[in-house]
């Protein structure tokens, strides 16, 4: 779900000299404990609150269903109880006043956080003392408020004075206890950074409350602030009546638990409301009320078959184990070398989720290039040989660096390949259910399609019935390529468009839960070495960054990482599996065992090490596949350095 943002323009800019300069001429004819400010806030922008927000860990449209940003949303509109078919506003900036502080050094004056000037060293407040001293800045809000989150602004360039930790209250009345809504550390970087509230809060005061700075005996400076909620009419009156079902709910929950059944009853039909979703109230009778375990277990068995605990399952911490396995035979005696694939590199793997079994075909043995077919059996373990030269029953002659997609109607496509020499680019399927190939084209670019070229990648979209072929090497050109190419497989027709990926091989891409979204993960050229996250909007056409500033935190493809990705939908992550490296200045050949992980939801990179000694050996070229069945990850033959 996205969530739209608008902001209105309460002033005109400031400039802090201008500022600076007011402030002495009203120190002349004013004491500093009766004066206040008066000027207004500099407003965020869309775009800048929008980039701010990408930047939160556990972004919370992704990640934080039911807290933070949309859960604003929805109080102030859905379930507010009030005008529920008027559109709720969006947040913006909040117009407040400095209203009182402890201290402050020279001409950084609080009045100074109400300017948005990054390139200026002096357009912050900063602590008169530093360490023993409590200090604070007290905000006063125009007027009543519904707030959500506190957006900090900071200087273009890496600053020791920067805040480090701080904590921020919230209160109605200067004699009102304050709620804490924050306490912890920001980051020491030069970007703008949103503070986001766990709930949202309604407040009329909001104090900051420094704690330290980024260098020790350095004192705080905070540069810029804006206060981000929603203050009309509506949105107080829905958020007040949010909070009042909320505590009707906490008290039919304590009738329910003390066995005031009466009560309970009573309250329950007055206010209209249910104290949780009807399954849980079920459980509740079951367990709680009857002790029907039986019941209980069907219920549990029924939610688990509903995806109902994916939530809470996926958010456990995974152990990771490698484990070697010893393909069988037929027999079931352990598998010969005739048996089971041949090593090799290059080749090319799919998964049939529904019968979990995984295709293999082609690649490269070190001394010349395979056209064999094999299928594995998960289940049983056993690897059986489809047949050893599939060009000769009218498939694809041997080839390595070529790729394949399965679709559910159990078709796989095979497209691109290596050569020495220029070629046509042909394309072929296999059909699973009636073991027989078919060549749809011979010379795709007759047809509108890509020229031959090897490391490309393809994916496929069922929503819409196609297949993407994006970059690689081109045969012919010796160049690579960044045109992405679309296959419409109901109509049999090619066609490309006209974004440029960025020259690229040895990529990625994946398409996301909801199919609305192709990602294109990482690729080098002759040049570079590529550290972004793209994100080609299907249904749009338009190809931007998934992540603001993914190439600073991306911690791998330093040098010449080998690696291989998959997508889990079930946690919505890439997982990386690494390969060796290659620095390019030394020469020299290294391994990295290690997994490295990005989550969609939170935006974060994790990286996994393996501490025992059971972890693949030293490999490149090798296929690596998930099956989200038994959430397990298979790692496919091997070319040995």
Same mark, same amino acid.
């Given at each position: 779900h996205?969530?739209n ?5 309460f002033?005109e800019k400031m ?9 002495e001429?009203?120190q002349e004819t004013?004491?500093d404990?009766?004066?206040h400010c008066?000027r207004?806030?500099d407003v965020v922008?869309?775009?800048?609150l929008e980039?701010?927000?990408?930047r939160?860990e556990?972004h919370p449209i992704?990640s ?6 949309l859960s ?7 379930k ?8 709720p506003?969006c947040l913006?900036s909040l117009k407040?006043?400095v209203?009182?502080?402890?201290t402050?050094?020279?001409?950084f004056?609080p009045?100074?956080?109400l300017?948005?000037?990054?390139n200026n060293?002096r357009?912050r407040?900063c602590?008169e003392t530093?360490?023993?001293?409590w200090q604070f800045l007290e905000l006063?809000?125009?007027?009543v408020?519904v707030v959500?989150?506190?957006y900090?602004?900071?200087n273009?360039?890496?600053v020791?004075?920067?805040m ?9 009345e200067k004699?009102?206890?304050? #709620? +804490?809504v924050f306490?912890?550390? &920001?980051?020491?970087?030069?970007h703008p950074e949103?503070?986001?509230f @766990?709930?949202? !809060?309604m407040?009329?005061y909001?104090k900051?409350?420094p ?5 020790r005996d350095?004192?705080c400076?905070i540069w810029?602030?804006s206060i981000i909620?929603?203050?009309n ?5 829905g958020?007040?009546?949010?909070i ?5 709910r906490?008290?039919?929950?304590h009738l329910?638990e003390?066995?005031?059944d009466?009560?309970?009853e #009573? +309250?329950?039909?007055?206010?209209k &409301?249910?104290?949780e979703?009807e399954y849980?109230?079920?459980l509740? @009778?079951?367990? !709680?009320v009857?002790?029907d375990?039986e019941?209980?277990?069907q219920?549990?068995?029924?939610y ?6 994916d939530?809470y399952r ?6 990771w184990k490698?484990?070697?396995l010893h393909?069988?035979n ?5 598998a010969?070398?005739?048996e089971?694939?041949s090593m090799?590199?290059?080749h ?5 989720k529904d ?5 293999l075909?082609g690649?490269?043995n070190?001394?010349s290039e395979l056209g064999?077919?094999? !299928? ?7 690897w059986t040989l489809?047949?050893?030269?599939v060009?000769?029953v ?9 790729r ?8 796989i496509y095979f497209?691109g390949r290596?050569?020495n ?5 042909d394309?072929y399927v ?5 073991n ?6 011979s010379d795709?670019?007759?047809v509108g ?5 090897f490391?490309?990648s393809?994916v496929?979209v ?12 081109c045969?012919s050109?010796?160049q690579e390529?960044?045109?992405l190419?679309k296959?419409d ?9 006209p974004?440029?990926?960025g ?10 839960k909801?199919?609305e979204?192709i990602h294109?993960?990482g690729g ?6 590529m550290k972004?996250i793209?994100?080609?909007?299907i249904d ?5 960054p998934c992540?603001?500033d993914?190439?600073?935190h991306?911690?791998m493809?330093?040098s010449e990482?080998?690696?291989?990705i998959?997508?889990?939908e079930l946690?919505?992550e890439?997982?990386?599996l690494?390969?060796?490296?290659i620095?390019?200045e ?10 490295f ?10 990286v996994i090490?393996?501490e025992?000694k059971e972890?693949p ?5 090798h296929q690596?596949v ?9 790692i ?6």
């Amino acid at each position: 779900h996205r969530f739209n943002y608008c902001c209105c323009c309460f002033s005109e800019k400031m400039n802090v000299n201008d500022i600076n300069n007011d402030i002495e001429e009203e120190q002349e004819t004013s004491n500093d404990d009766d004066w206040h400010c008066h000027r207004q806030c500099d407003v965020v922008t869309e775009e800048e609150l929008e980039k701010a927000l990408m930047r939160v860990e556990g972004h919370p449209i992704k990640s934080r269903k039911g807290k933070g940003l949309l859960s604003l949303h929805r109080n102030s509109g859905r379930k507010g109880g009030g005008n529920t078919s008027a559109k709720p506003s969006c947040l913006h900036s909040l117009k407040y006043q400095v209203h009182s502080w402890s201290t402050y050094a020279s001409s950084f004056h609080p009045k100074n956080v109400l300017v948005n000037d990054p390139n200026n060293q002096r357009s912050r407040w900063c602590c008169e003392t530093k360490g023993a001293v409590w200090q604070f800045l007290e905000l006063k809000l125009e007027s009543v408020a519904v707030v959500d989150a506190v957006y900090f602004g900071k200087n273009s360039s890496h600053v020791v004075a920067n805040m480090k930790s701080c904590r921020i209250e919230v209160y109605n009345e200067k004699d009102d206890n304050p #709620t +804490l809504v924050f306490h912890g550390a &920001l980051e020491n970087g030069n970007h703008p950074e949103l503070v986001l509230f @766990e709930k949202p !809060v309604m407040c009329k005061y909001v104090k900051i409350v420094p704690l330290s700075s980024w260098t020790r005996d350095v004192n705080c400076s905070i540069w810029f602030v804006s206060i981000i909620g929603r203050d009309n009419e509506q949105d107080l009156k829905g958020f007040l009546d949010f909070i009042q079902k909320q505590k009707t709910r906490q008290c039919l929950l304590h009738l329910r638990e003390n066995g005031f059944d009466e009560c309970f009853e #009573t +309250l329950k039909t007055q206010s209209k &409301l249910s104290v949780e979703e009807e399954y849980v109230t079920q459980l509740h @009778e079951d367990l !709680v009320v009857k002790g029907d375990f039986e019941r209980v277990i069907q219920h549990i068995e029924d939610y688990s078959q509903q995806n109902l605990f994916d939530e809470y399952r996926n958010g456990q911490d995974v152990e990771w184990k490698w484990t070697l396995l010893h393909p069988l035979n037929s027999s079931g005696e352990k598998a010969k070398a005739n048996e089971r694939p041949s090593m090799r590199g290059g080749h090319q793997c799919v998964l049939d989720k529904d019968e979990q079994k995984i295709y293999l075909f082609g690649g490269w043995n070190g001394q010349s290039e395979l056209g064999d077919f094999w !299928v594995y059996d998960i289940c049983s373990n056993v690897w059986t040989l489809i047949h050893e030269n599939v060009e000769r029953v009218g498939g694809p002659c041997a080839r390595s660096c070529h790729r394949a997609v399965i679709t559910e109607e159990k078709k796989i496509y095979f497209a691109g390949r290596f050569a020495n020499a220029a070629r046509r680019s042909d394309f072929y399927v296999y059909d699973i259910s009636t073991n027989t190939w078919t060549q749809l084209s011979s010379d795709l670019v007759a047809v509108g399609g890509p020229p031959l070229a090897f490391d490309v990648s393809m994916v496929y979209v069922k929503r819409t019935k196609s297949l993407y072929i994006s970059g690689g090497r081109c045969i012919s050109s010796h160049q690579e390529m960044s045109a992405l190419y679309k296959y419409d497989i109901a109509n049999d027709t090619w066609s490309s468009t006209p974004l440029s990926l960025g020259d690229r091989i040895g990529h990625s891409s994946l398409v996301d839960k909801d199919e609305e979204h192709i990602h294109i993960v990482g690729g080098h050229n002759t040049h570079l070495r590529m550290k972004d996250i793209l994100s080609y909007h299907i249904d749009s056409g338009k190809m931007q960054p998934c992540v603001p500033d993914t190439t600073t935190h991306m911690p791998m493809l330093d040098s010449e990482d080998l690696q291989k990705i998959v997508y889990n939908e079930l946690t919505e992550e890439l997982i990386f599996l690494m390969g060796i490296k290659i620095p390019r200045e030394q020469g020299v050949v290294t391994h990295d065992p290690s997994m490295f992980t990005f989550s969609f939801k939170t935006l974060k990179w994790n990286v996994i090490r393996f501490e025992d000694k059971e972890v693949p050996c030293m490999r490149f070229g090798h296929q690596f596949v998930f099956d989200p069945k038994s959430n397990v990850y298979h790692i496919l033959c091997v070319c040995v350095c």
